[in-house]
């Protein structure tokens, strides 16, 4: 009788001690490869690009901590060739909402805005991580420039573009939606709590 009741208190001791509250909540998800479209010339209408690799996203995953909310996305290849490249995260809570934008080009370091959804800046100490070798983009988001949420949704994607004049061709991928792109919106994840 003393074991099991040394055992019921060891076991309960076990279940309080556990680190379970300090650790990230995580959403991980599989996208689909191959599935890049591209807009040329100003137009809506998207043309799939199974055979483009740079900017198709393969995997995201997003960790909500005590102290920050990670997203991360995996590429089947990342290379900074076209002229100007653009990471999307976008974060919804029961709160408010805010885009991170990460912008990088050949030969110039990578850039770093957060936003509301009218465009307008945010001031906030997002930090980033464009790994060519291991093809991923990550950023790192205070829990503190989102209002302190229980939950977060995210949204991801890539916009690699070989120019900024109308007539150039844009390569897209929605992280979370497989085919390409939704009209003119992101696919989100599910909450995701602390």
Partial sequence: MKFVR????LAAAGLVLAPAAAQANTYNHADAASDVVSFTG???????Q????????VASTVKHN???????????????VDGFNGHLFAFKTSKMRREVTVVSAAGVPSQVVMTKP??????????RSLD????TVTVRVPRSCLGH???VKVGMASLFMTGLKATDTQYADDALFGGGVHANSLTYSPRVFR
């Fill in 6 to 9: 040394t055992a019921v208190v």
């Fill in 42 to 48: 100003g137009s809506t209408t998207a043309t799939p």
């Fill in 50 to 57: 199974p055979d483009r690799s740079n900017g198709d996203v």
């Fill in 66 to 80: 005590r102290t920050a909310v990670v997203a991360r996305m995996t590429y089947r290849d990342l290379a900074n």
């Fill in 118 to 127: 009218n465009g307008k800046k945010v001031s906030c100490r997002v930090k």
């Fill in 132 to 135: 060519y070798t291991a093809h």
């Fill in 149 to 151: 949420p229980r939950w």
